[in-house]
């Protein structure tokens, strides 16, 4: 499968910008998205762990025990290494798995909380990847998704990742800049607010070259996402949505009936 090299991005944006500064704004963003100031003693896992930073958020949020998982082995050295960097003797274990290994998944357990923001719709086959993950969430347990949102230029923006991947690094390395001004000029347009001011996990720079590269890419508007997750035995707790068209609608699920 033709696929983009997430974890060599991830390695290029832990050199340069994760640091503690950078922990705590990650800490911050899982606060404000779940609606709690802490985290404590859950177990939790972090689909498509990435650099490691919400991973090493949720030990700082007070979690007892965080497993992340990404399919690309350079996501894991960069988490591996960004645990040794800011909090090396943290209750977590990475390891190299994909959302589609049902069997390695089951064996890890159920979680309090699973998190899989921004990863399952970059695995080639996203609906089955959310059913996998959502059974590893514990009973009256929290699934927490980001998942790109269904928009009419989507089926472009996907022709512009499969092209960008086919393409010689040379060619790759001209298409960055020129999206980057783009990006940025939409954004600012959008928004009203500098696109250079990232509060999540990533630069925008870096941003930039995870979306027009990344490729498998998938998307689902917040209705589809709903057919597909209530019946599998949740219940939505809550919608987010950022600003941009093609940007992400973030998850909370409970697992279980409704209170």
Not at 63 to 84: L, M, V, Y
Not at 98 to 108: H, K, P, R, V
Not at 227 to 244: E, N
Request: proline share 5%.
């Amino acid at each position: 499968m033709l696929t983009f090299d997430f974890g060599a991005n991830w390695q290029a944006f832990s050199a340069q910008y994760v640091d503690e500064e950078r922990l705590i704004i990650a800490a911050q963003s899982l606060q404000q998205l779940l609606g709690r100031d802490n985290l404590q003693d859950l177990r939790v896992l972090d689909v498509g762990c990435g650099s490691g930073l919400f991973a090493i958020a949720a030990h700082q949020l007070g979690a007892k025990e965080i497993i992340g998982i990404d399919i690309n082995p350079r996501s894991i050295a960069a988490s591996e290494h960004n645990k040794a960097r800011l909090s090396p003797t943290a209750p977590i274990t990475f390891y190299q798995m994909s959302a589609l290994d049902q069997d390695a998944l089951t064996g890890l357990g159920q979680f309090d909380l699973v998190y899989a923001w921004g990863s399952l719709h970059h695995t080639g086959a996203m609906w089955q990847a959310i059913a996998n993950t959502a059974q590893r969430v514990a009973p009256g347990g929290t699934l927490v998704l980001g998942l790109y949102k269904r928009h009419s230029t989507s089926p472009i923006w996907k022709g512009i990742k499969w092209f960008y991947n086919r393409v010689p690094p040379l060619m790759q390395r001209i298409m960055i800049p020129f999206f980057a001004a783009v990006i940025y000029l939409a954004k600012l347009l959008v928004t009203q607010r500098n696109p250079l001011e990232k509060q999540r996990g990533m630069d925008f720079w870096y941003d930039v070259i995870d979306w027009v590269g990344g490729y498998p890419y998938e998307y689902a508007t917040v209705q589809e996402v709903k057919i597909f997750v209530i019946p599998l035995g949740f219940h939505l707790r809550k919608i987010a949505s950022d600003s941009a068209p093609t940007g992400i609608n973030e998850f909370i699920f409970t697992q279980g009936d409704k209170e």
